[in-house]
Nanobody
Framework: QVQLVESGGGLVQPGGSLRLSCAAS????????MGWYRQAPGKQREMVAMVRSAISTDYADSVKGRFTVSRDNAKNTLYLQMNSLKPEDTAVYYC??????WGQGTQVTVSS
């Protein structure tokens, strides 16, 4: 079972961009689905973006057109490019390899 380590979070102004990375301790070549979740204070954890297969991705309605999930199998890394960030995107973002593997999370704060 691989371990996942997220990085790339931080404080950004509304309208800004961040790229999150999720580095796996082993090969992710055959791991599907794999994606990103987030949890804001007082709210349930929700799916943000998911790579369901080599040709299929899925996004939450709230991030469609702004976020892009991608993976580099050679680097065993999953990415989340986040553009046009909004204050409501503030949350801890988690990398997830179904069914049970989670990273420790990285904080994203969108504020002026």
């Amino acid at each position: 079972q691989v371990q996942l380590v997220e990085s790339g979070g931080g404080l950004v102004q509304p309208g800004g961009s961040l790229r999150l990375s999720c580095a796996a301790s082993g090969s992710i070549f055959s791991i599907y689905p794999m994606g990103w979740y987030r949890q804001a204070p007082g709210k349930q954890r929700e799916m943000v973006a998911m790579v369901r297969s080599a040709i299929s991705t899925d996004y939450a309605d709230s991030v469609k057109g702004r976020f892009t999930v991608s993976r580099d199998n050679a680097k065993n890394t999953l990415y989340l490019q986040m553009n046009s960030l909004k204050p409501e995107d503030t949350a801890v973002y988690y990398c997830h390899a179904l069914p049970t593997t989670w990273g420790q999370g990285t904080q994203v704060t969108v504020s002026s």
